[in-house]
């Protein structure tokens, strides 16, 4: 029988093998993807605002005990340090020389977002199985379950921000290996994994709140056509409607 804390490391690799999806959109034509790419990232936003109304803000309301002013306090903390890290990173690309193609600001912003999201679910997973090995996988099921369309809004982000293929798999795929850094976390301070995760569940929803209003949703407004519009409202909904069917899995 392995050992609780090597079970909860082969957890998370398989957990971030996932952020591998992309590698579907490697043979797609590149066309055919410039077109979709807009509605994926539609449904990330939806993505994005469902896994923090239905996941991340009643996980974190129910650690508190309530809507504390703690609480309220995390998720604008959140939003405020995404605030500032963007205007960090817009400012460094305008001073990159104007003839070097650099990814657009928002690309950058959905990674380091996403990439807090996949250590707090390290942490989790590695407390889980630090706790009760049962437990642990239940919750690496739960994490697959709700990162596989996470995944694919996250890649489709990196694309339409300017990065390649290649580069957008390969940056996603490093974003997951923070789970294992989450892991690592979790061993070191033992009981208090779980504790620590959920402080860092409100902030991680400011950020996510931040991304999608300041971010995405601006970026689908770029495309004004009725047709494209309407499938943006349908792909939106569809984000917001898989993290609902989440909770059913769960």
Request: with cysteine; hydrophobic share 60%.
């Amino acid at each position: 029988m392995l050992q609780p804390w090597l079970q909860a490391f082969i957890a998370v690799i398989i957990v971030s093998l996932i952020s591998l999806v992309g590698i579907a959109a490697i043979s797609v034509d590149a066309k055919r993807l410039r077109k979709a790419l807009i509605f994926l990232v539609s449904f990330s936003a939806g993505a994005f605002f469902g896994d923090v109304f239905l996941h991340l803000l009643p996980e974190a309301v129910e650690h508190a005990g309530g809507f504390t002013l703690a609480l309220s306090l995390s998720v604008l903390a959140g939003i405020v340090l995404f605030f500032a890290i963007e205007k960090l990173v817009r400012w460094q690309h305008c001073h990159h020389a104007p003839d070097v193609d650099h990814p657009h600001p928002f690309a950058w912003m959905n990674l380091i977002g996403d990439g807090v999201h996949n250590l707090i679910d390290g942490i989790l997973i590695g407390a889980s199985f630090l706790a009760d090995p049962v437990l642990g996988v239940a919750t690496t099921i739960a994490v697959i379950l709700h990162e596989i369309p996470q995944e694919i809004g996250d890649f489709a982000v990196l694309v339409h921000g300017g990065f390649s293929r290649g580069k957008a798999l390969a940056l996603n795929f490093g974003s997951a290996l923070l789970a294992v850094a989450g892991v690592a976390i979790a061993i070191w301070i033992g009981s208090a994994a779980e504790s620590f995760a959920a402080l860092l569940v409100p902030f991680a929803a400011g950020g996510f709140l931040y991304i999608a209003g300041s971010d995405l949703i601006p970026e689908l407004h770029h495309h004004e056509s009725v047709k494209k519009s309407i499938l943006q409202l349908i792909t939106f909904l569809a984000g917001i409607g898989v993290m609902w069917a989440m909770l059913l899995l769960e």
